[in-house]
C-alpha cells in the first residue's frame, strides 16, 4: 500500500521568539531575543537657527579674516544640525542592575562655534585665517560621530564617560546652555556611590583633570612649544610679568565626592573637587630671580578647588512640573568648575578668552620667580520653570560670575584683569505632541572687566572693552524617539 499522509516524516519548525517588552526598568525597554538583557534604543534630532544682533563685532576677535588677508564682521545668523543615538543595556543580577550605556552625537554647523563666527579660535590676540564663508569655501563645519557618554554601573561603581559628579542642574531649563556659573562637563571617570537609604546617596570619583583644564591653548597655535619647553617670548614671566600658565601632563587625576538628597519636595547636593595644577617648564626671557635669560624652570605644581551647594525646589502647587533651582560655587585654580568652557563653552562661546578684549579665564599664572598664582570664581545661578498648560512651559534663568586674578598676573593687561559676567535668559516651549517640542530663546549677556588695565610694560597703554553686551535669539526644533 501507498504511504499514507500521517506516516511521511515530519520536522518541527524553530519556535519564533518574538520580542517581549521588558517592563522591569520603565518604557521602552525589550528584551534582547535569547537573554535575559533588557535594551532600550532611543535617541534626538535637533535643528537649531541662532541670531546675534548683539554680537560684540566691534571687538578685534570678534572679526575673521579671509584667505586674502580682508577682514570682514563675524556671521550674526547661524544653523545647527544635531542628532543623538542612545542604546541602554540593563541585566538585573543578584548584586542588582549591571547597566551599560551608550551615546552618540554628530553635529553639523554652519559656522564654526566660538566668539569668531565663521574663524577658528584665536590665539595670542592673533586672528587666525577664516575657513567659513566668503572664501569660496564650503563654510558648513561638520563632527565626527563623538561619544557624548558611554559607562557601565554595576553594584554603585561607575565607569566610564558619564557626567561628572560634581555637577547639579548642568543647565536643565536651557536651549542655548551658554550660561556661566554653571558646570556641566561629560568627563573621564572611574566613581562609586552608596546608597543609605531616605533619598540620601554619596558619591567619590576619580575624574579626568584634563577634561577641566583651562590653560593658554596660544603656546600650541603659535609654535611656542619645542621639545616641550614654552619659550614663546611674550609669554614668558620675565622681571616684571607674569605668565599664562600652559598644563604638563596629568599626573593626579581630579577627585571629585558629593553628597546628594533626592525627595518629593526636590533634591540638594553638595560637591566639591580637587585639580592638580602644573605647568610646562618654562625658558626665563630675562634675569630674575629664579636665573639669567634662557634659564629653563621648572614650577612646582599647585592645588586647585572647588565647592558647590545647590537646591532644587518642586512646585506643583503651583502647575503641575514646575520647579525651582539655585545654586552656588567658589573655585580656586579650578576655573572650569564655575564655568564649562571646554564642553558646553559658557563663556568662551559668547566672548574671547586670554585676548586684550576677552575674558581672563586662566586657572593659574606662572610668577618671574617659578611659582604659580591661582586664580578665583565665586558664581552663582538660578532658574525657574512654569507650565501654563502641559503643552507649554517658560523658562526665565540667571547667572553670575565674578572672576579674581592674582594682581602678579594683571600686569599682562585685560588678559589677567578681573571680570564681572552678568547674564539673564527667558524661553518658551510648545509640546504640541509627545517628544515633539517648538522653542525659542532669548539671552543677554554682560561683562565688565575690573582689575588693572595697564599694562607695566608700557604705562602708556590702557586696555578696555568694547561693547561688552551679547543678546542672542535662537528658535529650536526637537525630536525625541
Known amino acids: ?168 542642574d548642568a543647565q536643565s531649563v536651557e536651549l542655548l546652555t551658554n550660561s556661566v556659573a554653571n558646570s556641566n562637563q561629560p568627563t573621564e571617570l572611574f566613581a562609586y556611590t552608596a546608597t543609605f537609604g531616605q533619598g540620601f546617596s554619596a558619591t567619590i570619583a576619580a575624574e579626568d583633570r584634563n577634561e577641566r583644564n583651562t590653560g593658554d591653548s596660544g603656546f600650541q597655535q603659535n609654535g611656542g612649544l619645542v621639545n616641550g619647553v614654552l619659550t614663546a617670548t611674550t609669554q614668558q614671566p620675565n622681571a616684571t610679568r607674569a605668565g599664562y600658565l600652559a598644563y604638563s601632563g596629568e599626573t593626579i587625576p581630579d577627585f571629585v565626592g558629593n553628597l546628594r538628597y533626592d525627595g518629593s519636595w526636590g533634591s540638594a547636593q553638595l560637591s566639591g573637587a580637587y585639580h592638580q595644577v602644573s605647568s610646562l617648564p618654562v625658558t626665563l626671557a630675562a634675569r630674575t630671580v629664579a636665573g639669567p635669560a634662557g634659564t629653563v624652570i621648572q614650577p612646582g605644581d599647585a592645588d586647585g578647588f572647588a565647592v558647590l551647594g545647590g537646591v532644587k525646589v518642586l512646585l506643583p502647587m503651583i502647575s503641575k512640573g514646575d520647579s525651582f533651582t539655585v545654586q552656588g560655587t567658589y573655585e580656586r585654580g579650578a576655573m572650569d568648575y564655575a564655568n564649562a568652557n571646554n564642553y558646553f563653552n559658557g563663556l568662551s562661546n559668547i566672548y574671547s578668552n586670554n585676548t586684550s578684549v576677552g575674558v581672563p579665564v586662566n586657572d593659574a599664572f606662572v610668577r618671574p620667580d617659578g611659582t604659580i598664582a591661582l586664580s578665583t570664581a565665586y558664581g552663582a545661578y538660578g532658574n525657574f520653570r512654569h507650565y501654563w498648560i502641559p503643552e507649554v512651559s517658560s523658562s526665565i534663568y540667571g547667572a553670575y560670575l565674578k572672576i579674581e586674578n592674582p594682581k602678579s598676573a594683571q600686569r599682562l593687561g585685560a588678559g589677567a584683569d578681573n571680570a564681572r559676567i552678568f547674564q539673564v535668559g527667558f524661553n518658551t516651549i510648545w509640546t504640541p505632541v509627545k517628544d515633539f517640542q517648538i522653542g525659542a530663546e532669548v539671552l543677554y549677556s554682560n561683562m565688565q572687566l575690573t582689575g588693572l588695565t595697564t599694562l607695566l610694560d608700557n604705562p602708556a597703554t590702557t586696555v578696555s572693552p568694547r561693547n561688552p553686551d551679547d543678546y542672542r535669539v535662537r528658535a529650536s526644533v526637537r525630536r525625541a524617539f
Do not use: H, W
Open 1 to 168: 500500500m501507498g504511504a499514507q499522509a500521517a506516516d511521511l516524516p515530519f520536522r518541527k519548525a524553530a519556535p519564533v521568539e518574538y520580542v517581549r517588552v521588558c517592563d522591569a526598568f520603565g518604557a521602552g525597554f525589550f528584551y534582547v531575543p535569547g537573554t535575559d538583557t533588557c535594551i532600550r534604543i532611543s535617541g534626538q534630532m535637533r535643528a537649531e537657527e541662532t541670531f546675534r544682533p548683539g554680537a560684540p563685532t566691534n571687538n578685534p576677535n570678534a572679526y575673521s579674516y579671509s584667505l586674502a588677508g580682508n577682514v570682514y564682521k563675524r556671521d550674526l545668523t547661524s544653523f545647527r544640525a544635531r542628532g543623538y543615538l542612545n542604546a541602554d543595556s540593563r541585566t538585573q543580577t543578584a548584586y542588582g542592575t549591571l547597566r551599560a550605556f551608550v551615546s552618540f552625537r554628530i553635529t553639523n554647523d554652519s559656522t564654526a562655534s566660538g566668539t569668531t563666527g565663521g574663524g577658528k579660535a584665536v590665539g595670542l590676540g592673533t586672528p587666525a585665517p577664516s575657513t567659513g564663508a566668503f572664501q569660496g569655501n564650503s563654510p558648513v563645519v561638520g563632527s565626527a560621530p563623538t561619544l557624548d557618554k558611554g559607562f557601565i554601573q554595576f553594584a554603585g561603581f561607575t565607569a566610564g564617560r558619564a557626567q561628572s559628579f560634581f555637577d547639579f
